[in-house]
Structures are given as C-alpha cells and as structure tokens.
C-alpha cells in the first residue's frame, strides 16, 4: 500500500445548523475530507474547527470515519460537554488514527451533537487533514 493524504477546509457554520443532532441521535457529520484506502490501511486524522452558538449550551464532538454510501462511526472517546456560552465560539481540535478498516473509499473528520439549548448557529470554518499510512508488515 501506498501513503496518500487528503485535505479539506470549510465553513462549519453553513451545514451545521440544519444537520446538528440532538445527542443520542444519529451522529452528524461536519467537516471530512475523503480517502482511498487498502486494507489494515492505518489513517492519522487531525482536525480543527471554530464551533459557537448563539444560545447557550453544550456539544460533543467526535473523531469518525464514513465508509462510502453509509453511515458515520464514531472512533475514540470524543470530547464531551464542550460548553458553549450565547455567542461565543470555541476552537476544538481532535486527532485520530483509525485502523483495522476494510478496503475502500471513506470520509475522515468530525462528527458531533448538541446538548442542551445550543444551536451551533455561530460556528465558523474547519480544517480537516487525513493521511493514509502504508500498511506495516511484521517478520514473525
């Protein structure tokens, strides 16, 4: 296998407000980038994004993957009860490596849900930066 990498930026404001669950709803996805990757194909993740709302309350944020044509799965403990005061915002970041995934295409970022009153309605632009790592082979 191959290393490759992918980056993508945007504004996490635009689809947040209309795709921000509530917590224990299915997870929403706000800022990933797309890979290409083998088989056991490890993948570092490292993202960051300006998250706020204009009433306040509380969010968590996780690291997730998406495998093509499904549903995003969360991957480590996340961070959780990021408070929110009304009309602030707050710069997250989160890292990950996922491993043991199948081969094919997934999407690697962030994924989140509100607490409380918040509306993630004052959030601003993420970054999202993944690289796939080769595959190791161990001598036995």
């Known amino acids: 296998s191959k290393m490759s990498s992918g980056i993508s930026t ?28 083998a088989a056991n ?15 306040a309350g509380s969010m968590d944020l996780f690291a997730c993957y998406v495998p093509s044509g499904q549903s995003a799965t969360t991957a480590g403990s996340g961070l959780v009860g990021i408070t929110l005061p009304a ?3 707050r710069d997250v970041g989160i890292e990950q ?3 043991g ?3 094919g295409a997934y999407s690697f970022g962030i994924c989140g849900c509100v607490q409380g009153g918040a509306n993630v309605l004052y959030s601003d632009f993420y970054a999202v930066t993944a690289l796939a790592l080769p595959v190791s082979t161990v001598a036995h």
Request: proline share 8%; aromatic share 4%.
């Open 10 to 37: 945007g504004f996490a404001g635009s689809p947040v407000p209309a795709s921000l669950q509530t917590c224990g709803s299915p997870t929403s996805q706000i800022g990933l980038v797309s890979l290409t990757i």
């Open 41 to 55: 194909q490890p993948v570092h993740m490292s993202a960051h994004a300006a998250m706020g709302s204009t009433v």
């Open 97 to 99: 490596v996922f491993s």
């Open 87 to 89: 009309n602030d915002r």
């Open 101 to 103: 995934l199948a081969a």
